[in-house]
């Protein structure tokens, strides 16, 4: 039986190659860290043909393109460089630091360029809607990358959810963390208000948002109770155990653990933390409470876009309280190819990006009144604009 499933998600997976005969015209923003995903993606793709980079730093792009064995591609020195440049280009992938999401993605938009956005969406609420606009306006696709919803785990969630077996969902328990794992791979770009103007919460805490408000439907955001700290990205231990410069510690400007109570639409809370560094193993498994059954979601010590073991739902059967565990599914295709895949084939064939903005907005709507309500103490509304 098992077998059975896992065979369903990979022929699924392997079949979503759009094969119209049309090679797309890809340039990627930014070739840091996560750049390397994208394009060892793209290369597998017979379809795509990368044709422009660009990065703030001289000669990083074309370094890049050189590490990875991708000949006759136009570099430059900003997105602006390379959009004004490049009329013919399909898509773009945003991979630059939180902070130039929305200009790129905006500025994309505008030269009717199809996005695929890195996470989290934006810094800020009031960007991601000036985003929404920009893509109304321009009737591309942009779509966010937040790869681990294509893990067949965490589609399993939604099923579960979609399936009623919980019945009437009311109250959630998400989030996760590290028990130390600020990230300075390359650098303080992620730990720098100026390049990443947020931290935890935004670097992971918009994944367990995801794997939860997508499984319900992604409700509206109605209020929020929030909190953040930084007790540990000021510290010099916290960079020095691990061999990183001890001035990391000064430059640290971002929150590194969020919480948040939020009220969703439909009667619905949704009680949140997120961790870059703290004293425990994990801040809590994430639950999903029913008034049929309620599922347990075994957490990762490190956000690795899975679940951490077989999730349970706990319901009565014949009047008695018992569970039932759900075996882990493999994932024979990776979440970064179909995150790829899945944006070029919306692409092509004009259809709906497969993490939409109409949701992540909600997401970035609750981070960011997280952070506003930790800067004033006390809960506030969420407002949201109209698009
Ligand atoms: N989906 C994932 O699993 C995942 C994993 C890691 C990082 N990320 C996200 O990817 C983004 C980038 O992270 P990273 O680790 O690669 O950062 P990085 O600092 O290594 O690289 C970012 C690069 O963008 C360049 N850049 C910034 N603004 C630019 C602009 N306007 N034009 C051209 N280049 C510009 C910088 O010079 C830098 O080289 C972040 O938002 C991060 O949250 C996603």
């Known amino acids: 039986m098992a077998d059975n499933i896992l065979d369903a998600f990979k022929n699924k997976a392997e079949d979503t190659a759009v094969t119209d005969g049309r090679k797309l015209k890809v340039g990627i923003i930014g070739t840091g860290w996560i750049a390397d995903a994208h394009i060892v993606e793209y290369k597998k793709m017979p379809d795509v043909e990368i044709v422009a980079g660009a990065d703030l730093v001289p000669g990083k792009a074309e370094a890049f393109f050189k ?40 500025y994309s938009l505008k030269k009717g360029v199809n996005v695929l956005l890195e996470k989290p969406f934006t810094v800020t609420l009031d960007e991601a809607v000036e985003v929404c606009r920009a893509e109304k306006e321009s009737g591309k696709i942009i779509s966010i990358g937040f790869q681990p919803r294509l893990d067949p785990n965490m589609q399993m969630i939604k099923k579960i ?59 509206k955001p109605l209020t929020v ?23 990391y510690a000064k430059k640290f400007s971002v929150d590194d653990f969020g919480a948040g109570f939020i ?24 639950i999903i409470m029913g008034t049929k059954g309620s599922l347990r979601i075994p957490s990762t010590e490190c956000w690795n876009g899975s679940v951490g073991g077989p999730m349970k739902i706990y319901h009565d059967v014949a009047g008695e309280p018992t569970f039932t565990e759900i075996p882990i599914l493999k994932d024979s295709v990776g979440c970064f190819y179909k995150k790829i895949r899945s944006f070029l084939d919306a692409v092509k064939t004009n259809g709906t990006a497969p993490v939409p903005t109409s949701q992540i907005l909600y997401n970035q709507a609750i981070i960011d009144g997280i952070v ?16």
């Not at 440049?85 to 130039?100: F, G, K, M, Q, W």
């Not at 949140?272 to 004293?279: L, T």
Request: a negative charge.
């Open 67 to 106: 590490k990875h064995g991708v000949e006759n591609v136009r570099c430059y020195l900003s997105h602006k460089e390379m959009l004004d440049a490049e009329p013919d280009l399909d898509a773009v992938s945003i991979c630059t630091y939180n902070r130039t999401h929305a200009e790129c993605a905006i």
């Open 161 to 219: 959810v979609e399936s009623g077996e919980l019945g009437q969902i009311y109250y959630i328990q998400t989030g996760g963390g590290r028990r130390h794992g600020i990230p300075t791979p390359f650098g303080t770009s992620f730990i720098e208000d100026e390049t990443a103007g947020v931290g935890a919460l935004g670097d992971i805490g918009c994944y367990s948002l995801d794997m939860v408000l997508n499984a319900i439907g992604y409700p």
């Open 372 to 387: 506003k309500s930790a800067e004033i103490g006390h809960e506030i509304e969420v407002v949201i604009p109209e698009i």
């Open 263 to 286: 009220r969703l639409e439909g009667g619905i809370v949704l009680d949140f933390r997120i961790a870059w560094d703290m004293h425990l193993d994990t801040p809590g498994d994430t």
């Open 225 to 247: 109770s929030g909190f953040k700290s930084d007790f540990f990205g000021k510290q010099e231990i916290t960079y020095t155990r691990s061999g990183r410069p001890a001035e």
